[in-house]
């Protein structure tokens, strides 16, 4: 039931979670937070159980603190990041799987641009990794992919990242069944 | 019992069986042991626990002959001037009613308080549990536990029995460094935070009470008239919740019990409230 939307644009990506947090009829709490910062310049958004959710954010960033702590000043790429994600997920699954569905946005710097770039990769509960421009998790998709699929392009501003963002959850308000008043968007830049 | 050694090839098929297998490990044999929690000595048995001891929320357990005591309604709020926790006290077991004096809420310590709602040997085993690893988290650390700490162990406890088929919704609250807080704690590790929870199978009910008329600035009168008149209207709709209604409001210096109020008597208080006022 959750939906999570994932821009890349010229220096960085932004993500996108509804804020519910709902189990069969009853809606929880209208303010839960599903985009983790897993590292300095890394943010995951999760779709999926609670449980699932906080234990894996909370098992991959700590991991990412420890290799941090233990390898000063070697930053991992965002690639590096997902990878590690990935490998989570894949052993994972056959003992007891994470069940979630993530988008994962980081920043690096880059030689090409002073801004550096941003990199999106789309993370399945099955172990799947895919490098892309822009992603949807959830239900979402079905309505909102059509949307980023018609004005995404190379070299977005982050102004005309959020406007696309923007006209994505206005879809879902119009024509998916279920109330998601509040999202929450995070960005990953310099 | 003895400690049995090597593989069974029994398997059980009724839950009268279960007594006569002997563990094939050792139990814990002193108190500076960890205790152990027994599993049935069968060939899966997070699969067994969650057939023959299924879930104790809705009808799962229908086929079972012996069926779990559930059913309830449970609140807790945050407000300015602490926590308001109030629960009903009927535990039902099918179409039974097994007992109109379930003590729902759960003394931990001094300073926290824990709802139960869903598997009443879970809630109260467990939280009993959270109870030890408060006291030796203070032990170790000279200083009391936070609500965030405590409601995380037991989150992570949740988490090992993953699949075992466990039943509990609780809240865990209490006043620590950081004010009062609140947080819901489920069976299968979900562990939120927030101002206002109601848990059981009357909780839709709760909420419709709770949530038209809750507000951060209450007083503590007008808190303890709300979390009562709550489990009145969840207890009045809801077959499976009922008698009496025990309410504790949680402050800086801990927890007080507030009243025990039988919810039939609040019935007829409130319809002669109604009556008075349209007359």
Same mark, same amino acid.
Request: hydrophobic letters at 35%; one cysteine or more.
């Given at each position: 039931?959750?939906?999570?939307?994932?821009?890349?644009?010229?220096?960085?990506?932004?993500?996108?979670?509804?804020?519910?947090?709902?189990?069969?009829?009853?809606?929880?709490?209208?303010?839960?937070?599903?985009?983790?910062?897993?590292?300095?310049?890394?943010?995951?958004? *999760?779709? @999926?159980?609670? &449980?699932?959710?906080? /234990?894996?954010?909370?098992?991959? +960033?700590?991991?990412?603190?420890? !290799?941090?702590?233990?390898?000063?000043?070697?930053?991992?790429?965002?690639?590096?990041?997902?990878?590690?994600?990935?490998?989570?997920?894949?052993?994972?699954?056959?003992?007891?799987?994470?069940?979630?569905?993530?988008? *994962?946005? @980081?920043?690096? &710097?880059?030689?090409? /641009?002073?801004?550096?770039?941003? +990199?999106?990769?789309?993370?399945? !509960?099955?172990?799947?990794?895919?490098?892309?421009?822009?992603?949807?998790?959830?239900?979402?998709?079905?309505?909102?992919?059509?949307?980023?699929?018609?004005?995404?392009?190379?070299?977005?501003?982050?102004?005309?990242?959020?406007?696309?963002?923007?006209?994505?959850?206005?879809?879902?308000?119009?024509?998916?069944?279920?109330?998601?008043?509040?999202?929450?968007?995070?960005?990953?830049?310099? | 019992?003895?400690?049995?050694?090597?593989?069974?090839?029994?398997?059980?098929?009724?839950?009268?069986?279960?007594?006569?297998?002997?563990?094939?490990?050792?139990?814990?044999?002193?108190?500076?042991?960890?205790?152990?929690?027994?599993?049935?000595?069968?060939?899966?048995?997070?699969?067994?626990?969650?057939?023959?001891?299924?879930?104790?929320?809705?009808?799962?357990?229908?086929?079972?002959?012996?069926?779990?005591?559930?059913?309830?309604?449970?609140?807790?709020?945050?407000?300015?001037?602490?926590?308001?926790?109030?629960?009903?006290?009927?535990?039902?077991?099918?179409?039974?009613?097994?007992?109109?004096?379930?003590?729902?809420?759960?003394?931990?310590?001094?300073?926290?308080?824990?709802?139960?709602?869903?598997?009443?040997?879970?809630?109260?085993?467990?939280?009993?549990?959270?109870?030890?690893?408060?006291?030796?988290?203070?032990?170790?650390?000279?200083?009391?536990?936070?609500?965030?700490?405590?409601?995380?162990?037991?989150?992570?406890?949740?988490?090992?029995?993953?699949?075992?088929?466990?039943?509990?919704?609780?809240?865990?609250?209490?006043?620590?460094?950081?004010?009062?807080?609140?947080?819901?704690?489920?069976?299968?590790?979900?562990?939120?935070?927030?101002?206002?929870?109601?848990?059981?199978?009357?909780?839709?009910?709760?909420?419709?009470?709770?949530?038209?008329?809750?507000?951060?600035?209450?007083?503590?009168?007008?808190?303890?008239?709300?979390?009562?008149?709550?489990?009145?209207?969840?207890?009045?709709?809801?077959?499976?919740?009922?008698?009496?209604?025990?309410?504790?409001?949680?402050?800086?210096?801990?927890?007080?019990?507030?009243?025990?109020?039988?919810?039939?008597?609040?019935?007829?208080?409130?319809?002669?409230?109604?009556?008075?006022?349209?007359?």
């Amino acid at each position: 039931m959750d939906s999570i939307i994932g821009v890349k644009y010229n220096g960085g990506v932004i993500i996108a979670a509804d804020s519910n947090n709902a189990r069969s009829i009853l809606v929880y709490q209208h303010n839960l937070d599903k985009i983790a910062q897993i590292a300095p310049n890394a943010i995951l958004g *999760l779709s @999926g159980p609670n &449980a699932d959710l906080v /234990s894996f954010s909370e098992y991959i +960033s700590k991991n990412l603190k420890l !290799y941090s702590l233990s390898n000063p000043g070697q930053d991992l790429s965002t690639k590096a990041t997902a990878s590690f994600c990935r490998n989570t997920l894949a052993v994972a699954l056959r003992k007891g799987p994470y069940q979630v569905q993530t988008l *994962l946005g @980081g920043w690096d &710097a880059s030689p090409a /641009s002073e801004d550096g770039e941003g +990199s999106m990769y789309f993370l399945d !509960y099955m172990g799947s990794l895919q490098k892309v421009n822009y992603g949807i998790q959830g239900y979402a998709s079905n309505f909102a992919l059509s949307v980023l699929d018609r004005e995404w392009k190379e070299g977005l501003t982050k102004e005309e990242a959020i406007k696309i963002v923007d006209n994505c959850i206005n879809v879902l308000d119009t024509r998916f069944l279920i109330s998601q008043p509040t999202f929450t968007i995070k960005s990953a830049s310099k | 019992m003895t400690s049995f050694v090597g593989e069974t090839s029994f398997n059980p098929n009724s839950l009268l069986e279960i007594g006569s297998r002997k563990p094939n490990f050792q139990l814990a044999n002193d108190l500076t042991d960890d205790a152990n929690f027994l599993i049935p000595n069968v060939q899966d048995p997070a699969f067994f626990c969650r057939t023959n001891f299924a879930s104790a929320s809705g009808d799962k357990d229908k086929e079972q002959l012996v069926k779990f005591a559930k059913g309830t309604t449970t609140l807790a709020f945050k407000f300015n001037e602490g926590i308001i926790v109030s629960v009903d006290s009927r535990s039902t077991m099918g179409a039974y009613i097994a007992s109109q004096t379930v003590k729902k809420i759960i003394e931990i310590n001094p300073f926290l308080l824990g709802t139960m709602a869903g598997g009443a040997a879970d809630c109260s085993y467990w939280e009993r549990n959270l109870g030890m690893q408060c006291r030796l988290y203070e032990l170790r650390n000279k200083k009391r536990i936070s609500v965030a700490a405590a409601s995380k162990l037991l989150a992570n406890t949740m988490n090992s029995y993953r699949g075992y088929g466990l039943s509990m919704g609780t809240m865990v609250t209490g006043w620590d460094e950081t004010g009062p807080q609140l947080y819901y704690v489920d069976n299968d590790a979900t562990r939120l935070h927030d101002n206002l929870f109601s848990v059981g199978s009357g909780s839709t009910y709760a909420y419709g009470v709770l949530d038209t008329f809750y507000r951060p600035d209450l007083t503590v009168d007008e808190a303890i008239d709300l979390g009562k008149r709550a489990i009145y209207h969840a207890t009045h709709r809801d077959a499976y919740s009922g008698g009496i209604n025990n309410l504790y409001h949680v402050k800086a210096d801990g927890w007080t019990k507030i009243h025990a109020i039988d919810v039939n008597e609040l019935h007829y208080e409130f319809r002669d409230e109604k009556n008075e006022m349209v007359a």
